[in-house]
């Protein structure tokens, strides 16, 4: 178990949580040899460099596609994975490395709450219990001291029938009995935030929380939140795939994409008007309800890349509609381009004999190259240059040369630039279009 952690305070902020360039990455597990042939670990960058804070009573919008490291950031906020570097503070002080009893009365503060309420309940366990479970678990900070008592029982009895009218989960007294299986999924979120509120958090992070649920029943749940947090001052950090949800609810939003935050800024400035190309394309596909004015719902072209070996330069650059020569252009770029190049037949001709098989093409960082007989090479090269005519404009504007060396064929690309981040009207965007 980790011991307790010095206590850091953060520099004076009004921010309840703050992270800084937080990075998560995951060993990937393989067999020893292999480990050892590689040297080194192969990790998944699952965050890689994440920056955002939250004010007391703010709701922030975590917003990305599945995979793109938005549930480990919540998880690393309440620290039930552990951070690989950079720094988590909360209500101004450093919880990155807190452990012990310190750590278990920070879970008191932030609570977090999953997508599937079924998983997230006990079966076994009465509604009643469940709810006042943490309360067990927490008896010291809480009420009388003699756990096991009478009079604590019925402390918490209290407790949890207030929480339960609190979230709406009525008649409390009759349902206070009831199984999970005896609850309908909008009833079942509704305990699992009695649960979450009994400990009297501050921050609660919310995974998904809604999508499980039917769209009547969701708005209604969102609407609770919204109450709550004007109750009690509440803050959320509120994670979603679905940005249609995040606008109903949220003031900040910060856009993610492959373990970064690509856009962040208030809600409305973002919605009324996206600066990331990555921004635009989500916006694009949330369905509009006017058969007029049927939205586009085609997401970039590809899928998310592997978080194990991130794209060069902008990681979205690879599916990017806006993309320049500069964004991180790379040999293995050009190596998947020749592939879908040489899958299709009627584009490929006879240029399988002469570049294939895809295999036999290496690519490291910004090189590309093809080792061939040597009476073909300059063929290839011809080959290869033709094949470059069809690509993107970016990519072949990237490229620096095409060219042979013995029996080699090698295609270079221009180092890309070093992406930053830019204030926009408003917001943050990491996107060279603003640099
Ligand atoms: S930096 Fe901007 S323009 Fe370039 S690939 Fe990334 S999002 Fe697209």
Known sequence: MTGPATVVKAEPTDEILRLDDLKVHFPVKMPFVQRLLQRGETVVHAVDGVSFGIRPGEILGLVGESGCGKSTVGRACVRLVKPTAGRIFFDGQDITKLGGEKLRALRRRIQIIFQDPHASLNPA????????????????VFGP?????????????QKVLNAMKEVGLTPEEQLYDKYPGDLSGG???????????ILEPNLLVVDEGVSMLDMSVRAKVLEL?????????????????????????????????????VEIGPAREIYADPKHPYTKALLQVIPIPDPDRR????????????????????RFHPRCPAVLASCGWEARDFVDFLDEHLSDPKRAGDDETILGPIED????????????????????????NAVLVEAPVAMKQAVESVSSQNRTVIVRFRSHHQLLQSNVQGRVVECLLYQ
Request: contains cysteine; charged residues 25%.
């Open 361 to 384: 093409w290496r690519a490291k960082g910004l090189v590309a190259s093809l080792e061939t007989n040597p009476l073909k090479v300059r063929k290839a090269v011809e080959r290869t």
């Open 145 to 157: 001291q003699k756990t096991g008592s009478e009079e604590f029982g019925e402390w918490i009895r």
């Open 125 to 140: 366990m009465t509604i009643g219990k469940a709810i006042g479970h943490p309360l067990r678990i927490h008896s010291s």
């Open 187 to 197: 009833q079942k979120q509704r305990a699992v935030m009695a649960r979450a509120l």
């Open 295 to 314: 939205a586009k719902k085609v997401l970039p072209r590809g899928e998310v890349p592997d978080a194990v070996h991130p794209p060069a330069g902008c």
């Open 225 to 261: 939140m919204l109450d709550l947090k004007r109750r009690h001052k509440l803050t959320y950090l509120f994670i979603t795939h679905d940005l249609a949800t995040a606008k109903f609810i949220c003031d900040k939003i910060a856009i993610m994409y492959l373990g970064r935050i």
